[in-house]
């Protein structure tokens, strides 16, 4: 009787059809380190350009990596799409991003090439997939942050590109149009 119930349960689910296949999992997942080398090739090369709110709300996920006795760690968090610039994402998008814990002092250069979760605020992102997932990363990792403060970008020290500094969005979107057809 039980496998009567078993092969009907296989039957009107149609898992035996059907094999299901893992998604990779998210400690799993490699962000792209890759740095560009202007901000052209920076929106050249993501294919969403986004104005997001970022919750600090995170999840984390542990990585088989370590790096200078800190254990690497991929973070998930969730960002409201308030406009694109490029590319047609959804309301909601899922980005990864990868840390280190415990957290390193402020001077250390692994905070450069493992950034973590962004913290709480409105942001234009550079997007990039991450293959076989419904997750993006941050393309370039810092180039491709650029914070909003008073409707107008803010460039990173030592990371984003000046020419994206200080921009209104109405003047972002027209250097942005000049390289993204």
Do not use: C
């Not at 308030?82 to 250390?108: I, M």
């Not at 803010?154 to 990371?159: D, K, M």
Request: glycine residues 8%; hydrophobic residues 40%; charged residues 15%.
């Amino acid at each position: 009787m039980f496998y009567r119930v078993l092969l009907a349960l296989f039957v009107l689910t149609g898992s035996f059809l059907f094999p299901v296949s893992a998604a990779p999992a998210i400690g799993d997942l490699e962000v792209d380190a890759t740095t560009v080398g202007s901000w052209q090739e920076l929106a050249k090369r993501s294919e969403l350009i986004v104005i997001a709110w970022a919750d600090s709300a995170h999840h984390s996920y542990p990585t088989r990596h370590t790096v200078d006795d800190a254990k690497l760690v991929n973070y998930t968090q969730t960002l409201q799409i308030k406009k694109a610039l490029k590319g047609s994402p959804p309301r909601l998008l899922n980005v990864v991003s990868t840390g280190v814990e415990p957290l390193p002092d402020a001077s250390s250069p692994l905070n450069i090439k493992y950034p973590g979760p962004l913290g709480e605020g409105n942001y234009v992102l550079f997007l990039q997939p991450i293959k076989g997932t419904s997750y993006y990363s941050i393309t370039g990792l810092w180039q491709g942050v650029y914070p909003l403060y008073q409707g107008r970008t803010i460039a990173l020290e030592g990371a984003g590109f000046a020419d994206l500094n200080q921009l209104s969005l109405a003047e972002l979107e027209l250097k942005l149009k000049s390289v993204i057809p």
